[in-house]
């Protein structure tokens, strides 16, 4: 009981070791933050000071080579990443994202792609939502059309596709066979006939090279096609795993993470801006005005308060997760509200921060304008957008089945 108290306490703080690290790499990945803009592609040297700092094996257990980082820590590294650059911010956590729902389906199937990651360094993309055609064939699929949104993907070593199989699946015991179920297609992104169209001219994330994925008649061995047998929300991908990575699906930190780094990069150096210019029209210090003092304070308070709710919620998980407590459907209800009140805390304030830029805010020759863009990501993600968000969370308090329609998806 003394060890499980020990270990509870220690997942109340971050890490200090990853979070040193990840200081580091973030000081190198900022450095060249503009030229990722610029040049809409995260070079391979960030890639490779995640690597070397750890962080592309936090939901990796220590038992298999990972740096094994519960929620609170992970918290901190993604807003620490996210500060310096939210192009590559993103690509760890869809990485990560990935290793876990690797292990979770493939079991220990899975051992040589995350042995890749931790010893090479290997980044895994993938396609969230279902796309292409996908057929049975002897020994496995295969597997035609296009997969949008695909992060990471001109870059990455590993590719996951989600896509939907004609007939029922394996083991079906239903009495109604559905038309089509799920399955995961995992591939090299040297794969002969993967082609990546290269669609991500955005605004946000400039460098994440969320590209189009075509596929034209590629086979794939049904060991490396797992069904897509999800946990419920609240229910962890690895039950049997460690504490620190025994968390409910649906907490998922790593976005709210980036995006309060965002912010909190954009607070930072507009407080510099405003201490060290003086306004246009009077020529008074900028930091004299009482209107930039309300837009320094709101911004302030916006992603304090975002922050304190996301660390208090993952708190809670990471203590049920050390003592064994099982999860229950309210677990996953309130971390993704924290999730959600964090995103939109970070975006309220950046844009409350225009205030205290002016017309300056809009040049590319600086930083804000980036961070700007960057935290418009956080709002738009399909699997955790604000109205869909509000209505799981909203379906929960009422005690309402999530199934009952109207449905917002």
């Known amino acids: 009981m003394v060890a499980k108290k020990d270990q509870a306490q220690q997942m109340l703080e971050p890490r200090q070791d990853l979070v040193e690290a990840a200081r580091k790499a973030a000081l190198r990945i900022a450095g060249r933050a503009q030229e990722t803009d610029r040049t809409r592609r995260v070079p391979v040297e960030n890639i490779q000071d995640l690597h070397e700092a750890g962080l592309l094996t936090v939901a990796i257990p220590k038992e298999q080579g990972g740096t094994e980082a519960d929620l609170v820590t992970q918290v901190a590294l993604y807003e620490l990443i996210g500060g310096a650059c939210a192009s590559t911010a993103w690509l760890m956590g869809n990485h990560s994202v990935l290793c876990t729902r690797s292990m979770g389906l493939m079991g220990e ?70 038309a089509a179920y799920n399955r995961w297609l995992l591939m090299p992104t040297s794969q002969p006939g993967l082609t990546i ?48 990575l025994k968390v409910p699906t649906k907490a998922r930190v790593w976005m709210s993470g980036m995006m309060l780094g965002i912010s909190q990069a954009a607070l ?80 309220k304030a950046v844009d409350r921060l225009f205030a205290v830029r002016g017309a300056h805010g809009l040049y590319e020759t600086g930083n804000f304008e980036r961070y700007y863009r960057d935290a418009r990501m956080g709002t738009l993600h399909a699997v955790s957008a604000p109205d869909l968000v509000r209505e ?5 308090l009422f005690d309402i089945p999530l199934e009952v329609q109207p449905r917002w998806s």
Do not use: C
């Open 268 to 347: 930072d150096e507009t407080i510099e801006f405003g201490k060290a210019r003086s306004m246009t029209l009077g020529g008074k210090p900028r930091s004299s005005m009482p209107g930039n003092q309300f837009a320094v304070a709101d911004a302030a308070m916006a992603i304090e308060s975002g922050r304190a709710l996301l660390v208090q919620e993952v708190r809670k998980i990471m203590a049920k997760a050390t003592v064994g407590e099982d999860f229950v459907p309210d677990d996953a209800a309130r971390i993704e509200m924290a999730g959600l009140v964090a995103r939109e805390n970070a975006q």
């Open 109 to 178: 199937a899975s051992h040589w792609l995350i042995k890749d990651v931790v010893e090479n360094g290997s980044l895994i993309s993938h396609a969230a939502i279902p796309g292409g055609d996908t057929n049975p064939a002897p020994g496995g699929f295969i597997a035609s059309g296009r997969w949008p949104f695909v992060s990471g993907s001109s870059i990455s070593t590993w590719m996951f596709l989600s896509t939907m199989v004609p007939g029922p699946p394996p083991n079906f015991k239903g009495s109604e066979p559905p």
């Open 197 to 244: 169209d290269e669609t991500w001219m955005a605004m946000a994330a400039r460098g994440s090279m969320t590209h189009d994925v075509v596929l034209d008649q590629v086979f794939v061995p049904e060991d490396m096609a797992p069904v897509d047998n999800r946990p419920l929300s609240y229910q962890p991908w690895l039950p049997n795993g460690p504490a620190a």
């Open 392 to 396: 799981q969370l909203g379906k929960h």
